[in-house]
């Protein structure tokens, strides 16, 4: 019973992707209740425009999680940052550096467009034609400016969702991909989940404030992270300033970002900003050094710039990563029972990045813990182990390990095929029969 028990506790541990830092690794995030979503026919009422109500909700706070992380040994105390909510990620790991009420969830007004741009790049071709709704032209708040009956691109639209945050944009959008605005963000509401958001619940495309829309800074910063592998958002929303073709080149469309970090922040190159009267001014920023892209979220914030530069100046003056192991590349080997073989040689899942104080990047310490024996059959690609970077008696990153090849269980046919196909072989090779 106690192997079983053991192996049980190991098998738990193995389904670990990612691992947060221990010094700032969140309370555990159960989904999220999910409320009504807007029905595909339904119209906003502008009586909820900017009306934020959570309090039908329960308490979606993580029970016991600290306002502000920890910060770890040999790390100066991070910054003072005067937003309700900030969250700091190394992009390339995921890895919490920072997080102030990250798992809270609050208003997020037009950072609500992460997503919405997600959705609209994963489910179309920027070249494919949309035409304007009189629904769509009408809609309140910032806008691209566009005309009932209008005819633009997919592409047109998300330049003009993301630099000039239309919500006219994303009306056009939405309805183009779903049929009604409504049908999208059930969609979207479904893509957000499948990202791990679980705290996100969005009832528009474009982030007017309405009762039940809500994410956190740390589903924000799950959201951007994944936008950014998308190459045309990542190029989009590092753009200062374009200037886009209307009807086959009759006019003309200038677009600025309303992102000034562009302007003022050394490496800056995202995201996107929002601001209504409930939400405050919000800011999802990225910014790349040296080959690291640091990724932060401010929430109602005073000066959104600020709190925004002095977190990621922070952290690429604190932090470093290094790579402990490629992905392909052999990290450990585990024993096999029932097999045709008796080890299984493992690799990382994926290559093996670990955040860490800048001082610590030499002095990480590398874990495996593997389910041993492993019972064949065993399948290329199959979970079997997990590896921990450690610092101290902390763990600050772990991946899976996979393996390399697959393995056979074991037969008496397949072991005679095995010891006599060589001997066939042999002699082949001698001419022999």
Same mark, same amino acid.
């Given at each position: 019973?106690?192997?079983?028990?053991?192996?049980?506790?190991?098998?738990?541990?193995?389904?670990?992707?990612?691992?947060?830092?221990?010094?700032?690794?969140?309370?555990?995030?159960?989904?999220?209740?999910?409320?009504?979503?807007?029905?595909?026919?339904?119209?906003?009422?502008?009586?909820?425009?900017?009306?934020?109500?959570?309090?039908?909700?329960?308490?979606?706070?993580?029970?016991?999680?600290?306002?502000?992380?920890?910060?770890?040994?040999?790390?100066?105390?991070?910054?003072?940052?005067?937003?309700?909510?900030?969250?700091?990620?190394?992009?390339?790991?995921?890895?919490?550096?920072?997080?102030?009420?990250?798992?809270?969830?609050?208003?997020?007004?037009?950072?609500?467009?992460?997503?919405?741009?997600?959705?609209?790049?994963?489910?179309?071709?920027?070249?494919?034609?949309?035409?304007?709704?009189?629904?769509?032209?009408?809609?309140?708040?910032?806008?691209?400016? @566009?005309?009932?009956?209008?005819?633009?691109?997919?592409?047109?639209?998300?330049?003009?969702?993301?630099?000039?945050?239309?919500?006219?944009?994303?009306?056009?959008?939405?309805?183009?991909?779903?049929?009604?605005?409504?049908?999208?963000?059930?969609?979207?509401?479904?893509?957000?989940?499948?990202?791990?958001?679980?705290?996100?619940?969005?009832?528009?495309?474009?982030?007017?404030?309405?009762?039940?829309?809500?994410?956190?800074?740390?589903?924000?910063?799950?959201?951007?992270?994944?936008?950014?592998?998308?190459?045309?958002?990542?190029?989009?929303?590092?753009?200062?300033?374009?200037?886009?073709?209307?009807?086959?080149?009759?006019?003309?469309?200038?677009?600025?970002?309303?992102?000034?970090?562009?302007?003022?922040?050394?490496?800056?190159?995202?995201?996107?900003?929002?601001?209504?009267?409930?939400?405050?001014?919000?800011?999802?920023?990225?910014?790349?050094? !040296?080959?690291?892209?640091?990724?932060?979220?401010?929430?109602?914030?005073?000066?959104?710039?600020?709190?925004?530069?002095?977190?990621?100046?922070?952290?690429?003056?604190?932090?470093?990563?290094?790579?402990?192991?490629?992905?392909?590349?052999?990290?450990?080997?585990?024993?096999?029972?029932?097999?045709?073989?008796?080890?299984?040689?493992?690799?990382?899942?994926?290559?093996?990045?670990?955040?860490?104080?800048?001082?610590?990047?030499?002095?990480?310490? @590398?874990?495996?813990?593997?389910?041993?024996?492993?019972?064949?059959?065993?399948?290329? !690609?199959?979970?079997? !182990?997990?590896?921990?970077?450690?610092?101290?008696?902390?763990?600050?990153?772990?991946?899976?390990?996979?393996?390399?090849?697959?393995?056979?269980?074991?037969?008496?046919?397949?072991?005679?095929?095995?010891?006599?196909?060589?001997?066939?072989?042999?002699?082949?090779?001698?001419?022999?029969?």
């Amino acid at each position: 019973m106690a192997i079983v028990f053991f192996r049980a506790v190991i098998c738990a541990v193995v389904v670990v992707a990612t691992a947060f830092p221990v010094w700032m690794a969140p309370s555990a995030q159960p989904p999220a209740p999910v409320a009504p979503a807007l029905a595909p026919d339904e119209a906003l009422d502008p009586a909820d425009l900017d009306d934020f109500d959570l309090e039908p909700l329960v308490d979606l706070e993580p029970s016991g999680a600290p306002e502000t992380s920890a910060t770890p040994p040999g790390i100066p105390q991070p910054p003072y940052v005067g937003a309700a909510a900030a969250i700091l990620v190394d992009w390339r790991t995921g890895q919490v550096l920072y997080a102030k009420d990250a798992y809270r969830p609050r208003a997020p007004a037009s950072t609500t467009k992460i997503l919405t741009a997600i959705v609209v790049l994963e489910s179309s071709g920027l070249s494919e034609r949309v035409k304007v709704s009189p629904r769509a032209a009408s809609t309140p708040g910032s806008s691209m400016g @566009l005309a009932s009956g209008q005819e633009l691109t997919v592409g047109d639209l998300v330049w003009g969702m993301l630099l000039r945050s239309g919500n006219d944009a994303c009306v056009v959008a939405a309805e183009h991909i779903a049929g009604t605005e409504g049908a999208f963000v059930e969609m979207a509401n479904r893509r957000a989940a499948e990202l791990g958001a679980w705290r996100t619940h969005f009832r528009n495309a474009h982030g007017i404030s309405v009762r039940n829309h809500y994410t956190t800074a740390y589903d924000l910063a799950l959201l951007a992270r994944h936008a950014l592998t998308i190459p045309a958002f990542e190029v989009i929303v590092r753009t200062r300033e374009v200037t886009l073709p209307m009807e086959g080149g009759q006019w003309a469309l200038a677009l600025r970002n309303t992102n000034n970090l562009l302007w003022t922040f050394a490496g800056a190159d995202g995201v996107k900003t929002g601001t209504t009267s409930v939400a405050g001014k919000c800011l999802v920023a990225s910014a790349t050094r !040296g080959g690291r892209r640091l990724l932060s979220v401010v929430l109602n914030s005073g000066d959104r710039y600020q709190d925004t530069a002095l977190l990621l100046e922070w952290g690429f003056r604190n932090y470093g990563t290094v790579c402990l192991a490629r992905s392909g590349q052999p990290m450990a080997t585990a024993r096999v029972r029932g097999g045709m073989e008796r080890e299984v040689t493992l690799t990382p899942e994926e290559d093996f990045w670990a955040a860490c104080p800048s001082w610590a990047t030499g002095a990480l310490g @590398l874990d495996i813990h593997l389910v041993e024996p492993v019972r064949a059959p065993i399948r290329r !690609g199959q979970v079997v !182990g997990v590896a921990e970077a450690t610092l101290g008696d902390g763990v600050v990153r772990a991946v899976n390990l996979v393996a390399v090849e697959g393995v056979p269980k074991w037969t008496p046919v397949r072991a005679f095929l095995k010891g006599f196909l060589p001997v066939l072989k042999l002699m082949a090779r001698w001419g022999v029969g």
